[in-house]
């Protein structure tokens, strides 16, 4: 109705404006597609993505941006959340950056309860913060405590309080979605990854335990298990030995896990609860060649 009383003349000038406010980048631009066909299938809703800096996470909060979801986008910093609010801006979305400690569980307490007094509930949570060690990978006889306690703390235990915080909320309203991002090595284990494996593993399990809990109370819980996604250029050698070994013969990008997630939080993925998707070309069965 509004483009009818709009003359054409005057829309493609309003159009050539809006281009030149928000420039498209590469990180945006795969959702582009959905705002010009109209395609916002989470108007309205309140969605929280943790890990909102990193590379996945900011692609997911572009896609649930992209389909009218306002969001709460969490970064290790106010500066590096700001990057995604920026992106989610550009699409002509709306977001807030914040940061919360994952280390403190009354961080957690605080940061959610402000969301929900703020927006009156919580939709939608996507848990994508964690990470492996940035120390060099060591056998487990070599593990240190510290590493230990650092991995399971940001991904296990963070993500366990993320859900029981937000849950709070989702179970007032009888309504609510949690979607985690975990990792194949979660499933196959990974040699010198133990702590990674074993916190990517709990999620999984937990994720099916709380799926059983809060069914009945209208809340859906799944996890989303990314391969290998490369978190910065990759350059031709990597390309070959990734397209070679992998089944589909290319490698995990961005928005290939911004993209099932967006799923799981849609009605389209109404009876779809407790799951461990695996979004990896394949390489969860084995390397191709093998």
Known sequence: MIKKLIPKSLRNKIDRKLKKKFAYTEVTKPYQIHLENGLRRLDGQIAVVTGGSGVIGRAIACRLAAEGAKLYVCGTSFAKAQ????DVLAL????????????????????????????GRIDLLINSAGGSSREKNA???QLSINVIDTILTINLRGTMLCCREASKYMVDKKAGNIVCITSVIGERGKAKFSEYAAAKAGIIAF????????GPLGIRVNCVSPGIVPRGEVNGEQVERLTKT???ADYGKPEDIANMTMFLATTE????????????????LGLKGD
């Open 207 to 214: 994720v099916k335990s709380i799926a059983m809990e809060l």
């Open 83 to 86: 990057v995604t609010v920026d």
């Open 269 to 284: 993925a109404s009876f779809i609860t407790g799951q461990n998707i695996m979004v990896d070309g394949g390489r969860s």
């Open 139 to 141: 056998r487990i006889d």
């Open 92 to 119: 002509g979305g709306q977001a807030v950056p914040f940061v919360i400690d994952l280390s403190s569980e009354d961080d957690i307490k605080t940061k959610f309860k402000e969301i929900n007094d703020a927006e």
């Open 246 to 248: 992998n089944y589909l």
